[in-house]
Nanobody
């Protein structure tokens, strides 16, 4: 099993930046790719960005390209997402996820095996 714990959420104004972190523990050798999803109230969980744990290859949903950067620190078993120029529509609970599959272009939640508990991001206009 892999345990994931997110941190770094908060309340910011439009245009501000936040960096979310996700610490992985347990059978981290199982991890081949990781991703961030978000879920706003009344909406489905949506893909934000993903990264291959070994190669570092990345993939983003169109709405965050140029604003968000996903990265990882293999030595610390930690995933990050740097979120710049935040918009009110970015407000959601952000979830970290991990997969035993290496395809980092997986955009569906069912393709990921492990999930964190989520961290709230609120962007006011």
């Amino acid at each position: 099993q892999v345990q994931l714990v997110e941190s770094g959420g908060g309340k910011v104004q439009a245009g501000d930046s936040l960096r979310l972190s996700c610490a992985a523990s347990g059978r981290t050798s199982d991890i081949e790719s990781m991703a961030w999803f978000h879920q706003a109230p009344g909406k489905e969980r949506e893909f934000v960005a993903a990264i291959n744990w070994i190669s570092g290859g990345t993939y983003y949903t169109d709405s965050v390209k140029g604003r968000f950067t996903i990265s990882r620190d293999n030595a610390k078993n930690t995933l990050y997402v740097q979120m710049n120029r935040l918009k009110p529509e970015d407000s959601a609970v952000y979830y970290c996820s991990a997969s035993r599959r290496s395809d980092y272009k997986m955009i569906h939640s069912y393709q990921y095996d492990y999930w964190g508990q989520g961290t709230q991001v609120t962007v006011s206009s």
